[in-house]
């Protein structure tokens, strides 16, 4: 094992990490707070300040996946749907079977710079987003520049009010439903239609199965399936189609195509985020169909039996992936860019600089005995951590 790698497992390495997610976090909830009074001045400023707050907190996610896990997402998709991506709103119909799905997501949309940097500052460092054709090693040429773009996603209540991220995505304008159709009607449209006029293009991420794959969960959801004489699904849970005939309903004109993503990963892998805080490194695979609006029928019923239709096709797609460890189309790499690790880097500096301080003085104090303790406790957290991990 590699120094960086044993690095990587140090229980204290891992610490400084949280420390500066939680504190870097907490610091931009408070700078979220400070916008509330521009809200009723300017509102599409106060959305805009919040977007790249929500970046600056997101991206450290995408960079200890990316630059501290090593883990890259592979992405499948047709070269004539990947001239879009990045350039127009969309929803996103994601499966739900992984713990870091999420994170997959916001790498997916940092890549295509969906997570809410802007591309000017990418244009200055020449970052042009690149994409080959890896069957054959042919390049297909550049992807033209990327507008200013957000993160949205429908998520249950209960996330709201997870400090940190829930409270970021309040002042973000996440869709939060507390999965109780009468209870939600009123406030998910609204929610839906606040989005109408969003400043930032979006990505409108929508999990239909409406909770993480469990076996237990599959079998309860087969049941259904056979009730309403649906074909079984072996991959996903049977999806719930009111919330994406909603979301579709409310977002048309707003939005101009469906995104049909599958996300797998090589060799049975069953990632975590401990893993990846860990330094793990995964081998993510997702492929993104591009459907235009239009083809989504706008009835209920009609939209239903789309949405199962398409999870059939979803299905089928793990199903060749278990046997093949491909999914169809080819491989396309958009470019990394370096804004995640720079603000990731640029937090850590800004908020280790009062540790250090305090080390300094805890040697100045003299005390052996505060020393000792301070040493005793850490040993002890590091074995203890070393010990859950193993
Ligand atoms: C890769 C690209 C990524 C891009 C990333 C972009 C943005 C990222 C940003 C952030 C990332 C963060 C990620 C956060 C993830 C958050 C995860 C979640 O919180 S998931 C949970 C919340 N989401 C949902 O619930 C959505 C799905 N649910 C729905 O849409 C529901 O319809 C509903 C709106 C919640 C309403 O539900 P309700 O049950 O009240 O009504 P329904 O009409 O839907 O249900 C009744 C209907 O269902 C049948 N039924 C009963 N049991 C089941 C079952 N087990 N399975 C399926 N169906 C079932 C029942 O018979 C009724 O049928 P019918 O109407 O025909 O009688
Ligand atoms: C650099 C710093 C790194 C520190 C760690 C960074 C990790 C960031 C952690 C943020 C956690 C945010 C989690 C949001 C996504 C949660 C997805 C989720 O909650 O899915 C479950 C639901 O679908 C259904 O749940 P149930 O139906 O079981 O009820």
New binding site residues.
Partial sequence: MGLVQWLKGQFLCQLIICYGFLVSGLLVNLLQICTLPLWPINKQLARRINCKLGYSLTSQSVALLEWWSGTEVTFYTDPADYQFYGKENAI?V?N?NFEID?L???A??DRFG?LGIHHILSRCLLLKTHWRRTSNGRDLGNCPPIPLKA??????KE?SYLPVIGWMWYFLE?VF?K????E?KRS?VQSLQNLRDYPENF?????????RFTEE?HQ??ME?AEK?GLPKLKHH????????W?AVQNLRGTVAAV?C?T?NFRNNETPTLLGVINGKKYHPD?Y?RRIPLESVPEDEAECSSWLHKLYQEKDQFQEDYSHTGYFPGPIVTPLRGPWALINWIGWTCLLLYPLYLLLVQLVLSGSILTILATVAFCSAATERYGSVCR
């Fill in positions: 996103i994601l739900h999420f997959c997501g916001w997916f949309c969906v993160s949205k996603c429908l998520a249950k996330l996440m439903i999965r109780k159709w009468e939600d998910f990505w409108f991420l929508l999990h239909c199965e409406g909770t969960k309860i959801s259904v309403k849970l049977l999806p719930r189609t009111k919330g994406f909603v995104y993503c996300l997702l993104i």
